[in-house]
């Protein structure tokens, strides 16, 4: 039996996806940390890019030193992580080096997008006795919203695929699945743990391009848009 028929073999065993250490579990505790993750640096850094690319000052650099972190490996800020106080927190590590992950690409499109809004535009509704707020809610994030919402899928795509990293912190997921097949030197349950992350970033993929495809003319999203 070669590798991807016991890994297939692995994957359609009943007894694999029931229990506490059963795929469901694991596949339930993957979408739970990238979710919060997402939400978390959504939160951190989509305010930040918007207000500085309306403000149009201040963006480079705040994009130059997220972008720091792309260098930076995530499995070593999160050994460092795990040293700090922040290690007491079972689930802190793990969060707080998905979330400095996530940033980048959620900064750098959502900063993009604001900038390349068409300046006739924007004047056109200053002209018109808009506000600073009202122009940044009406007019800005509604035409940046194509590369904002590409931001948000390259983001999510990444955390789905780095999310395994939790199971070196102790923590849940489809990681989980992986790290036993090594402890258990099962090179089918392995490959296993890794088709089952890689078809959740398809899926996650999938969904993204389905919502820009359903909701195009609402959200100004076109299938395929990129940073």
């Excluded at 992580?81 to 998905?98: F, M, N, Q």
């Excluded at 750098?108 to 809004?117: D, K, L, P, Q, S």
């Amino acid at each position: 039996m070669n590798t991807l028929t016991a890994a297939w073999s692995w994957l359609t065993t009943a007894a694999h996806w029931h229990g506490q250490d059963g795929i469901a579990v694991r596949l339930g505790q993957h979408l739970y940390l990238t979710a919060l993750c997402l939400v978390v640096s959504c939160l951190v850094a989509l305010p930040v890019a918007l207000v500085l690319g309306h403000l149009g000052k201040g963006g480079a650099l705040a994009v130059n030193l997220s972008n720091i972190g792309r260098a930076v490996p995530t499995f070593a800020v999160l050994v460092l992580l795990l040293l700090t106080p922040v290690g007491r927190w079972s689930e802190g590590p793990t969060i707080v080096a998905l979330v400095l992950f996530a940033v980048p690409p959620l900064l750098t499109n959502a900063y993009v997008g604001m900038r390349e809004v068409d300046r006739d535009v924007v004047r056109a509704a200053r002209g018109m006795g808009m506000t600073g707020r009202q122009l940044l809610l009406r007019v800005e994030v509604p035409l940046a919203l194509p590369l904002i919402v590409t931001g948000v899928r390259i983001a999510a795509v990444q955390l789905v695929a780095t999310a395994t990293l939790a199971a070196l912190a102790g923590g849940g997921g489809l990681g989980r699945i992986i790290t036993a097949g090594f402890n258990l030197a099962s090179t089918p349950q392995v490959v296993a743990g890794a088709v089952l992350v890689a078809a959740f970033a398809l899926l996650v993929e999938g969904l993204f391009e389905a919502a820009q495809r359903l909701a195009p003319s609402r959200l100004g999203l076109r299938p395929g848009d990129t940073a």
